[in-house]
């Protein structure tokens, strides 16, 4: 799971519509997935650091907590319907928003469109 977050890092740097939605951005968020946390920093937009927890010191603004296996078929090219969105995990009781809502609302495109990064390209058909 720390591997695909590093791709994702990378994958945002090399977006630069995704930097520039996000340059309001300073953040730092929990993304917990079966128990395993992980802290993305957010700095203006771009993903300073991303530490495994748990840990009761690192503050976070708001978290997604889901399983591996939703957050698997979330990132699939196509996901099937209710795996397609963040709110969809909700929706279909496979993922838990906490924290401060309005920070994750008011930069509810950027936060998305970042955590969609790690979706599997589908291959072209020849």
Known sequence: ????????QTSLEA????LRLGRLFSETVLIDVDGAEYYLTFEKGRI????????????WRF????????LDKFWQARPEPGFHDIFGLVKIGRG????????????LRFFK?????A?????LAA
């Open 48 to 59: 300073v650091s991303i530490a495994e927890g748990p840990s009761r010191k690192t503050p």
């Open 1 to 8: 799971m720390l591997d695909t977050f590093k791709q994702i």
């Open 96 to 107: 838990r928003i906490d924290g401060d809502i309005l920070s994750l609302v008011k930069n």
């Open 15 to 18: 977006t630069p519509h995704l």
């Open 63 to 70: 978290a997604l907590r889901t399983d591996a296996e939703a």
């Open 113 to 117: 469109d970042v955590l969609t990064l």
């Open 119 to 123: 979706r599997a390209k589908e291959e």
